[in-house]
């Protein structure tokens, strides 16, 4: 039986030995991988390419659907905010992290303009206006009709997914 934790682990430390940051995410479905991937910001200078992203991305392509239901998600660290929220969308059936943020905070750091991980949760709670990110609002009637539009092409429906039940042999 294959140490998901463990090919975790190894996944990040390759990464970082090949110039890349410390994070991985396993994703594990009927007792095999289903997808994996290591963080790809530094390679790739995208943001957004966080090992949890990416291998939600691989999983749900590779299944055909936005839901993991089924899976079982390791992760390295315990998720950022954007890779939570990405968790919470797929529902995967647990998320097993391999350590906190207090644990690896003395090596490492992730500090951006508007971003500290110690501190970034705490955004959340806050009314938009009050964020340390400056946002605007403008509201337009315009874009009440694209959601009017949605709610039109699904039968006048309010739900956008119908998120499908765990299989039972799991």
Known sequence: MTDFAERTIELARRNVAAGGRPFATV?????????????????????TAHAEILAIRAACVKLGTEHLVDA??????????????????CS????IFLITRDSYEQYYLDDRKYFEVSTFYDEF???WDQRRLP??????DAAVDVYRFWHERNGGQRA???VPPASSGL
């Open 27 to 47: 994703i594990v479905n009927d007792g095999a991988v289903l997808a994996e991937s290591a963080n790809m910001v530094a390679q790739t200078n995208d943001p």
């Open 135 to 140: 946002m605007r609002y403008d509201p337009r």
């Open 72 to 89: 079982s998600i390791y992760v390295l660290a315990h998720p950022c905010p954007m890779c939570l929220g990405s968790l919470y969308y």
């Open 92 to 95: 995967p059936k647990e998320v």
């Open 125 to 127: 709670a806050k009314d």
């Open 160 to 162: 956008s997914t119908i």
